[in-house]
């Protein structure tokens, strides 16, 4: 979706609703395309990073997430803990 001119295969679509209702995938394609317009506007007037998220970063949990079999999805660990106590 990020390359001119957007084309999504129709195997991906596919694929993707199989696991997403149409809403959801509205607001999928909305953040992409979100994403997608602020970079190329950041980019054109050569706006560069400010500094604000160095050394940020997300935290992996410690266990890792399993395929729900009924579903193919990746599901939290049993007890739901995401992040090191």
Known sequence: MTVTPVEVPADLFAALRAHFEDHQLVELTSAIAWENYR????H?????????????????????????????????PPDNRMLPE
């Open 39 to 42: 970079a190329r506007f950041d």
């Open 44 to 76: 054109a007037f050569g706006c560069q990073a400010e500094g604000f998220s160095k050394g940020a970063f997300c935290p992996l949990p410690d266990a890792i997430r399993q395929p729900d079999e009924s579903t193919g999805l990746n599901q939290a």
